[in-house]
């Protein structure tokens, strides 16, 4: 079992940038891709962004490429999104998710789920 807990989510006006944090316990935390979610209310999970194990490969939603970037600590068990000019369309409940096999960007791929933080982004 992998736990994980998301943090850093919030408040921000249009343009701003936030730092989300997942922190893992459980398992051995490197040897799993960490994935990005969100979901906005009446939408479907969208994938967001993707580490491999080593940090070596990462991949990113079309709506997030350029403005949000992924990164991971291994020696902190924990994985971060950093996110830059952020939209009023970025508001939504964001999900960290590891999984065994690899960065993927599909939901299903992934193994376990943290409960999700609230970004709100005002405009």
């Known amino acids: 079992q992998v736990q994980l807990v998301e943090s850093g989510g919030g408040l921000v006006q249009a343009g701003g940038s936030l730092r989300l944090s997942c922190g893992a316990s459980?398992?051995?935390?490197?040897?799993?891709?960490m994935g990005w979610f969100r979901q906005a209310p009446g939408n479907e999970r969208e994938f967001v962004a993707a580490?491999?194990?080593?940090?070596?490969?990462?991949i990113y939603g079309d709506s997030v490429q350029g403005r949000f970037t992924i990164s991971r600590d291994n020696a902190k068990n924990t994985v971060y999104l950093q996110m830059n000019s952020l939209k009023p369309e970025d508001t939504a409940v964001y999900y960290c998710a590891a999984g065994a096999g690899g960065v993927n960007y599909y939901s299903s791929r992934y193994d376990y789920w943290g409960q999700g933080i609230q970004v709100t982004v005002s405009s």
């Open positions: 580490i491999s194990w080593t940090g070596g490969a990462t």
């Open positions: 459980g398992r051995t935390f490197s040897s799993y891709a």
